[in-house]
């Protein structure tokens, strides 16, 4: 099994077999790797309960700003983001996202997270949390047409 440190400078560790998962699963997209990334180094409490990056102050509405939500582990959120731009860096056939999209797969694993990944069960308090933004996916196609060179699969 054995473990595969992301970056040396850094206390963060993820399984090989989790590192084999998301590279294979990426299709050399640095967005896609992240994703898996956030999923095997964070647990779905720590994203719950954050407040994700703690850049945008978003989530009043939801009636849920407790003093618990602190924002997630900044050693794990800086080496994240410095492997997959090392790791896009050195291999030129990955696309290597933006720092916006970056942030926005940080915040849409704490969304997840926090609908408990099972689509369909974010109606549970009565309203719907998906309010103002896309259903999930939608966003994945129409970034992938416009932002790819046609070499996608």
Known sequence: QGSKQLLNNYPVYITSKQW??????????GRRLLRYLI??????DELKYSC????RKRSVQSGETGP???????VKVTC?????????TSNPDWWMPSEEQINKVFSDAVGHA?????????LHNGSSYYEGTEPPGSQEE????????????
């Not at 994700?52 to 850049?55: E, N």
Request: glycine letters at 12%.
């Open 39 to 44: 999923r095997f180094v964070f647990t779905t």
């Open 80 to 88: 994240l983001r410095e492997f997959i731009r090392m790791h896009c």
């Open 68 to 74: 618990e939500r602190r924002p997630l582990d900044p």
């Open 52 to 55: 994700g990056l703690g850049k």
């Open 142 to 153: 129409v970034f992938n047409r416009g932002m790819q060179d046609g070499s996608g699969d």
């Open 20 to 29: 084999d998962e998301a590279v294979n699963s990426s299709k050399k997209d």
């Open 114 to 122: 926090r609908q408990g990944r099972a689509v369909g069960t974010f």
